[in-house]
């Protein structure tokens, strides 16, 4: 299969065409968890997963194939892509010796990123136009407020200077104030899990604000029709039992 030849802008404007999934279920250290979750924001936002592999990306996920309602031809190559790309991140985390148990999210994050990139453009080039543009909404709706740094949301909803500058003091300010709590000496890890998840959820709220209603409109046509995020929290595109 050969792999999409694409310019630095529309590597940008490609970054939800299943690449990464959201991060549900990655460990930190107490302090640590705060400073990279705010930072670590793509679609999908940094996530590790030790045992899911086949969720590692979009691609691997049940639900979203069935919202693609992918050929059985397209199913099998994209499978064999998978299990090649995750044959390569074994291979390059053991010869980084990053492996074991103790490896840090970000040494493990910089062998696997670039695979996940490679592979998932792979993928994305047995996609007919149709498919191709419904898998960017889905990872478009799952990546939260980083869904406004991408160049194609920039440029169909015309973001001007000024509010791109509002958005990014606002991202400032919160990665502060997760910032300043994860660093106080009696709060646990759980709580700050909760705290990002709501800070996040409420920074893109705030992102919404900045828009205009013409914007919000063609924000709203951009991202389609709504997808469950919670189907992409398991390979098998199923909400979770407690859910």
Sequence with gaps: VRPLQTSA???SENRFKGNRMPNHRVRFTRIGIAI???ALVAIFPGPVFAVENANRTLFGNAAVRRELKLTDEQTQKIDEILEEMEREIAAG????NLD???ASPDERNAVTDPLVEKYASRAQSLLDKDQATRMWEIGAQASGYDLFTNNRTI???KLTKPQLEQMKDLHTKMVKEVTRIALEANVETGTIVEL?????KRLYQNYLEVL???QKRELERLLGKPFDMELLKTVE???PRSL
């Excluded at 985390?93 to 980084?96: C, S, V």
């Excluded at 990002?196 to 996040?200: A, D, F, G, Q, S």
Aim: aromatic share 0%.
């Design 155 to 157: 440029r169909v909803l």
């Design 36 to 38: 990279l979750s705010v």
């Design 196 to 200: 990002v998840e709501r800070e996040r």
């Design 237 to 239: 595109g199923k909400k």
């Design 212 to 214: 205009t209603t013409e």
């Design 93 to 96: 985390l053991k010869a980084a």
């Design 9 to 11: 802008t529309e590597r």
């Design 100 to 102: 074991g148990k103790d």
